[in-house]
């Protein structure tokens, strides 16, 4: 499962973070793509669509199928997830296991856009929401099973937001496509966009004040700490739940006085959707509505599938940076591509590699005495 939202500081400038849960861990690639690079989106029994990206891309990927000795992963084997463009345009995935159904069908001579190559296509092609958005109006895409999870047709939402706070999400239900505007800039998974929005009418009595008095009779009760005002946020780690949850925090959380505290705070919103392994488990027998990736799949002796933060990312689109950190680790890695933009050549490496600790500073307060 994921949670998604936008963020603005105290100038106006717009911010974007979001968590990925999966029940394992997957060979995930921070993946640079240069202006100029060239890729390829095809659909059986149509003509292939080439893409040629007009603006850089930096981005979390994963492959689409399995490797084998003959066929080794090249990068064109990788979609992206998650990534950020040198214009400030996000493009996000978020499980939505509800996404299939029978399509309407695209003249064969017309080249058609897969829905696993949306990544690649908006943040190579274009600048803002509106200009995605435009696009699809033109541009087919169709969706196609994906044999890493079981054959089931490209089960996700997307998401777009921008350097301007814009936001929409990409929807499929049952083959039928809608773009919607995100007045909220939030998004979990399932059930449909719009029925989130519908729910949040149950949730007008939120506000980030806190009452901790009241009188019952002539017995006056205070509430002995402050936090009373989130009593009412769903606890649950559903969809349903997250969504609120987010909604909350990206419209009561105090606007942040620059961009690096900005992203600080980010950093905090998105610590509440962090999720430990075995905080909540799933019996086999007992169903369980989570995606499950086959030839990636970690070994382990537990007789239960357990949902976990996989990574998290921050997105400040303003100043391009790009901010990722995985489960093992308690820090954010950075990646800048401003100053990527002399690099002409594709190039990736393994998430993995970013992993690490907290930072020792033992040595630094060793023989430091207090005066």
């Given at each position: ?152 047709e490209s089960p996700f939402h997307y998401v777009v937001h921008d350097?301007t706070g814009a936001a929409a999400v990409i929807e499929f239900d ?97 610590n509440t959707f962090d999720r430990p392994r075995g905080a909540t ?91």
């Open positions: 499962m994921c949670t998604s939202l936008g963020y603005k500081d105290a100038a106006g400038n717009a911010y974007f973070g979001r968590t990925l849960e999966l029940t394992t861990d997957l060979p995930y690639q921070v993946v640079y793509l240069p202006a100029g690079h060239e890729a390829t989106s095809q659909i059986p029994g149509h003509p292939p669509l080439k893409l040629v990206a007009r603006h850089a891309i930096l981005a979390v990927t994963m492959p689409y199928r399995v490797p084998t000795p003959q066929m080794p992963l090249t990068i064109s084997d990788f979609k992206i997830l998650e990534g950020l463009n040198d214009q400030g345009l996000t493009f996000s995935l978020l499980s939505y296991p509800a996404a299939g159904g029978r399509q309407t069908s695209v003249d064969v001579t017309q080249a058609v856009l897969s829905a696993s190559d949306l990544g690649v296509w908006a943040l190579g092609q274009f600048a803002s929401v509106a200009d995605v958005k435009a696009a699809l109006a033109e541009q087919p895409v169709m969706l196609q099973p994906l044999a890493l999870l079981g054959g089931v350097a049952h083959g039928t496509m809608t773009v919607y505007d995100n007045p909220v800039g939030v998004m979990t998974n399932g059930p449909k966009f719009d029925w989130h929005l519908t729910n949040l009418g149950n949730y007008t009595f939120l506000s980030n004040v806190d009452k901790s008095s009241a009188t019952f009779g002539t017995y006056k009760a205070v509430q002995p700490d402050s936090g009373i005002a989130t009593a009412g946020l769903p606890a649950s780690n559903t969809s349903v739940g997250r969504f609120v949850r987010a909604a909350f925090y990206a419209q009561f959380t105090e606007k942040a006085a620059s961009p690096d505290l900005a992203v600080q705070t980010l950093a905090h919103i998105l488990i799933d019996y086999p027998d007992q169903g369980g509505g989570h995606l499950e990736v086959q030839g990636l799949a970690q070994g382990g002796a537990e007789p239960y599938a357990t949902e976990f933060t996989c990574w998290t990312s921050l997105s400040d689109l303003d100043r391009k940076q790009f901010f990722v950190r995985d489960y093992r680790s308690l820090n954010f890695t950075c990646f800048d591509l401003k100053a990527l933009a002399g690099t002409g050549a594709a190039a990736m490496i393994p998430l993995q590699k970013l992993s690490g600790g907290p930072v020792d500073a033992t040595g630094l307060l060793a023989g430091k005495t207090a005066h």
